[in-house]
């Protein structure tokens, strides 16, 4: 008999999506809350240690357990590099807070190598009350997208050890590249 079947052509078109914040689809790539805090950050100047300070939990954070900076020099805090490869739009969140001195500034920083580090500046200032860094997800720019060593660093320019600064809730997501590869 013969086993072949009538075929249709069909031709596909590929349709570009538009790139804008509505990360309504995406896939959380990393997250750190430190409770059972294990490793994959590198500091100078913080207590990697959790701390847990049951009088302060915080309202827009996970409460419990944190991380603080502790010491009177430049404080620096990086991740571990993470893969991005297979995402755009990559987007970090989390909460922090700051002691009640002055002087206390945070600068969030990415790289794509380690050695070059590029600011973002549309961070929230912290306040004495946890808070989140924006609104909604802080979208980094587009060549953070599908790289495959992408770090994250948190500086902290406060000059006394009594100027602190706080952090929990580290949540970095992508959207996932749709179509095909070109």
Request: hydrophobic fraction near 35%; charge should be positive.
């Amino acid at each position: 008999g013969n086993c072949e079947s009538s075929r249709t052509r069909a031709r596909a078109s590929i349709t570009t999506v538009p790139r804008n914040n509505n990360l309504t689809t995406h896939v959380i790539l990393y997250h750190e809350n430190f409770s059972g805090y294990t490793g994959g950050l590198t500091a100078t100047g913080w207590n990697l240690t959790p701390v847990s300070d049951n009088n302060t939990k915080a309202a827009q954070s996970s409460g419990g357990t944190f991380i603080r900076t502790n010491a009177a020099a430049a404080k620096t805090l990086t991740m571990d590099p993470i893969s991005t490869v297979g995402y755009e739009q990559i987007g970090i969140m989390f909460a922090h807070r700051r002691s009640n001195t002055t002087g206390n500034v945070l600068t969030l920083q990415y790289s794509l190598d380690g050695t070059n580090w590029t600011s973002i500046s549309n961070v929230s200032s912290p306040s004495t009350a946890w808070v989140w860094a924006s609104s909604n997800y802080i979208i980094l720019p587009e060549n953070a997208s599908n790289a495959p060593n992408l770090r994250i660093r948190w500086q902290n320019n406060a000059s006394t050890a009594s100027r602190y600064y706080e952090l929990d809730d580290i949540t970095i997501v992508g959207t996932p590249v749709i179509g095909l590869d070109r």
